[in-house]
């Protein structure tokens, strides 16, 4: 593992607690020699995020669509800055050059990325670990669905093993060091005739 995507919202939130844990994770990473990549961005987490990592001297990978940069969203402070003309090329970029995927806190988008490269994992096309950093039990909602999702057999149980939880950054790396991929069975299931 060299590099670890975080995605998180582009706000700081409405608990302090949000931002600490962003820049925790930063430190973390840092610490570790890991290279953070991530959404680009100078504001909200995103910006508490790369500013944690840069503090540690770690290496900080933007991705960020064009359209963002206009509106001065860009940090300008990181190593190196990728810049893109989709939002769907962002997330193919920010997945091809990540080991492993963290969502902290964050609204639609932290919400759909995470979830696009949880699915791909689903599909087999990736083999990287995934965790949610459940900060102030931001997505114990979250979590209850996804659950409630296995009950209703609309996701394998096989496949929710591929979704990690904790609180603490610290225990999400290191289970992410020990993550074996489980065995996946086809994700739909068909009855036969």
Not at 59 to 75: K, T
């Amino acid at each position: 593992m060299k590099r670890v995507c975080v995605f998180c919202g582009s706000n700081p939130g409405a608990d302090p607690a949000f931002a600490r844990a962003a820049e925790q994770v930063g430190v973390a990473l840092a610490a570790r020699g890991l290279g953070l990549v991530y959404g680009g961005g100078n504001v909200g987490l995103m910006g508490v995020l790369a500013d944690g990592a840069l503090a540690g001297g770690g290496e900080v990978i933007g991705v960020i669509p064009q359209s963002l940069v206009d509106r001065e969203l860009a940090h300008r402070g990181i190593s190196e800055l990728r810049v893109v003309r989709s939002m769907h090329e962002r997330k193919a970029l920010m997945a091809d050059l990540s080991d492993a995927f963290i969502a902290l806190p964050g609204g639609y988008g932290t919400l759909e990325e995470f979830c696009e490269v949880l699915t791909w994992a689903q599909l087999g096309l990736h083999r990287k670990p995934l965790g949610l950093l459940n900060v102030s039990r931001f997505y114990d909602a979250f979590i209850a669905q996804i659950d409630h999702a296995v009950a209703m057999k609309f996701i394998q149980p096989e496949n929710r093993e591929l979704l990690m939880v904790d609180e603490s950054v610290e225990e999400l790396l290191v289970r992410f060091e020990k993550f074996k991929p489980p065995l996946v069975r086809k994700w739909i299931e068909r009855s036969e005739t």
